[in-house]
């Protein structure tokens, strides 16, 4: 089932930190057909990640599209997901997010990152991250604390007026 995804500007809530989720939860069937519709809506929405807060639900549980390949889907689930940098390395790149529309900004962010989590299972992950993975991921945690891209982007423009 596809899901809402308010704008920002129709959604204070999206400024505000999610909450974690409890094992029991996690084993939820409600958990999982939510995630399940979170997932699908990233794809219809052509998102690369997606943080339910953005579906109108403050729980710490996120997806990213480990679309890498042409003939493989592969979505990863962070659920009370925290990440720590392995480098102090960082670069600035352009990012947008589904809760924006249109917009764009090059933000900051740590190249190297390790990102600790819990998958659908309840399973503790720890995996290393770097480049645009790692920036999606730092993008993602952002929106379960309650920081929008737009709050430390530089140069945001709007698709329209880059087309110009
Ligand atoms: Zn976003």
Redesign the pocket.
């Known amino acids: 089932m596809l899901l809402k995804v308010p704008k920002e500007s129709e959604y204070p809530l999206l400024y505000k930190p999610s909450r974690e989720l409890t094992m029991a939860e996690i084993k939820s069937d409600a958990i999982k057909k939510f995630t399940a519709d979170l997932i699908e809506t990233m794809y219809v929405k052509n998102?690369v990640?997606?943080?339910s807060i953005?579906a109108a639900k403050p729980i710490q549980l996120c997806v990213i599209a480990k679309d890498f390949t042409p003939d493989k889907k592969t979505d990863l689930v962070l659920i009370n997901p925290t990440f720590e940098k392995v480098s102090i390395l960082r670069d600035w790149d352009e990012?947008?997010?589904?809760?924006?529309p249109k917009v764009y900004g090059k933000v900051r962010r740590y190249k190297k990152i390790k990102v600790t989590a819990l998958n659908t299972e309840g399973e503790k992950i720890e995996f290393a991250a770097a480049g645009f993975f790692a920036r999606i991921c730092q993008?993602?945690i952002?929106?379960l604390n309650g920081t929008?891209?737009i709050s430390k982007a530089k140069q945001l423009h709007t698709l329209e007026e880059t087309a110009k």
Do not use: P, W
Not at 95 to 100: A, R, T, W, Y
């Open positions: 998102g990640g997606i943080a953005q990012e947008g997010c589904l809760s924006v993008h993602e952002d929106h929008l891209f």
